[in-house]
Structures are given as C-alpha cells and as structure tokens.
C-alpha cells in the first residue's frame, strides 16, 4: 500500500520563485491536511480540506495557496518563495466520517529557499 | 483555541530506564489525543490514541498512555526503553467536530543510549 505519497522529496528555491508540491493518498480519504515542521515548533497546521473542491486555512495558511480538485490529490502551492518557508513540509489524510480516525502521514518534502 | 505543551525537549536515558513523557493539552471541551512518534529520517508513525473509555491506553511497541482529565494530561509511557525507541515523539489533540485538525505540542526528542 502506497498511503500518502508527497513529491518531490527535495527542493531548493531561490527566494521569489514559484513551486507546488503534490500530495496523493490512495486510501480513499475525506479529509487532507498540509503541515510545516520547524524545530522546536513540532508541526503546525497550513491548509486543510475535508473534501474534493474544498479547503480552509489552518494556523499558519500566509504565503501559501492549496487546491484539491481530486479527492486523492492536495497540492500546496507558494507563489513567491521567501527564506521563511524553508521548512519540511508533510501531508495527511484522515477519514471524514464513521467515528474518530487518526491521520496517515508522508515522507515529507525538505524545501529551502535561499 | 487548543494548545499542546510538552515540557520535556529532550530526554537522554541508557536502554532498560523507564520513560515517562508529559503532554498537558488547553482544552475546555471532549478532545482526542494522540501520540505521534517520527524516527530519524521517517514519516510521523501513530503509537497510541485516546477518544473514549479505559483511560489507560496501550499502543505498539509496547508504549502506553493514561488520560488524566482533571491535569488535562496524557503522559506517555514505557517501563524499558530500547536503543531502537530513539526518536521524536509528538502529542497532538483534536477536538471532535473540528475537521480532524491535529493541534501538536513541539515534540521530545528521545534519545536511548545503548
């Protein structure tokens, strides 16, 4: 079972320029959520969508776009790379309904932005 | 707005100690909690959730955690630690209802000397 699988697993950017990271889960899933990791911090919540069409913000959503025209797939998007997103960025997915579920994770995607 | 602390960053014990990892979440409603545990390299991996009943929850590799309602704690647990249980370990919270939205303390790093 593939689970959730991000790409690209690394990147380096130069401060202004544009990229999207993909993620796709195989697992049937309602709801899919980007993350940042920084250290210290543990994770913190960027985007969210609980279903094909839709997304919301999570706590730290500035800088950042995010689509989901598929149910499998959740891109996160940064239309003008700045120094401060260089972070390890993961993707999750959950289920929507049926009773509580816990989040299936990625591999992760390191970006730095120089 | 829910939060997650946990007050230990890092923790050093030689393999066979006992380990004992505290997370107190802010949270006035019925939340979830769960440990999360990310091993160098790897995707966050779930080892235990708590949603309802027997407050003593017991997860793989042989960890286990007890929800504490009156301290707002979930503190992990583990009576012999091995050198292989060197890694991160996260606690998150959600509240039912809320999207699924994963609210994570900053992490321990764990570090077992063999």
């Known amino acids: 079972n593939a689970g959730v699988t991000q790409t690209p697993k690394f990147r380096v950017l130069k401060t202004g320029q544009s990229m999207t990271l993909l993620c796709a889960q195989d697992?049937?899933?309602?709801?899919m959520y980007w993350y940042r990791q920084d250290p210290g911090m543990g994770l913190r919540l960027i985007h969210y969508?609980?279903?094909?069409?839709?997304?919301a913000k999570g706590e730290v959503p500035d800088g950042y776009n995010v689509s989901r025209l598929k149910k499998q797939n959740f891109l996160l998007g940064l239309e003008s790379a700045a120094p401060s997103q260089t972070s390890v960025y993961f993707c999750?997915?959950?289920?929507?309904?049926?009773?509580?579920?816990?989040?299936?994770f990625g591999d992760g995607t390191r970006l730095s932005i120089l | 707005a829910q939060s997650v602390s946990q007050h230990n960053h890092h923790v050093i014990l030689s393999e066979a100690a006992s380990l004992e990892l505290g997370c107190n979440y802010s949270?006035?409603?019925?939340?979830?909690l769960f440990w999360y545990v990310q091993y160098p390299g790897q995707h966050l991996q779930l080892l235990l959730k708590?949603?309802?009943?027997?407050?003593l929850v017991k997860g793989i590799k042989g960890f286990e955690a007890e929800f504490i309602k009156s301290k707002f704690s979930f503190n992990l647990r583990k009576p012999s630690v091995q050198w292989s249980d060197t890694a991160e370990y996260f606690c998150?919270?959600?509240?039912?209802?809320?999207?699924?939205?994963?609210?994570f303390g900053s992490g321990t790093q764990l570090t077992v000397l063999p």
């Open positions: 999750a997915s959950s289920y929507g309904s049926g009773g509580n579920q816990p989040q299936h």
């Open positions: 697992m049937n899933h309602e709801y």
């Open positions: 969508s609980v279903g094909e069409g839709t997304t």
């Open positions: 949270y006035g409603g019925t939340v979830n």
């Open positions: 708590y949603f309802s009943g027997d407050p």
């Open positions: 998150a919270v959600n509240a039912p209802g809320s999207a699924r939205q994963l609210t």
